[in-house]
């Protein structure tokens, strides 16, 4: 059986930009006071922090975006899981104790 490593090294690798970049859109919004219930210290409050919410708006959407690749990666991993269960079991082996120690290794048992 043999792995996809290219689908999981660009997931993986995305999966951690993707939370670098969660964590700095985290810092753009961590200074903003809560806005005022005034409709016009509202507007005010808005133009102050324009850049702040603009910025982290970006940020979160290449965030979210760079999960893609994350999930793909994840569903072919399980799917890799999955498949590996299944031959164990038409082998009449104990799935779980096999497929623990076949991605404890890396190699096939």
């Not at 096999?98 to 048992?109: Q, V, Y």
Request: net charge positive.
């Amino acid at each position: 059986m043999k792995q996809n490593n290219g689908i999981i090294k660009v997931g993986g690798i995305s999966l951690i930009i993707s939370g670098i970049l969660f964590f700095v859109q985290y810092l753009f919004i961590l200074p903003l006071p809560a806005p005022p219930p005034v409709d016009a210290e509202l507007m005010a409050w808005l133009a102050d922090w324009r850049f702040n919410i603009a910025m982290a708006d970006e940020v979160f959407f290449f965030a979210t975006l760079l999960m893609i690749p994350s999930i793909a990666a994840l569903y072919s991993y399980h799917t890799e899981c999955c498949h590996h269960h299944i031959e164990f079991r038409s082998k009449k082996k104990c799935a779980w104790k096999a497929c623990s120690k076949f991605w404890i290794s890396g190699r096939n048992i």
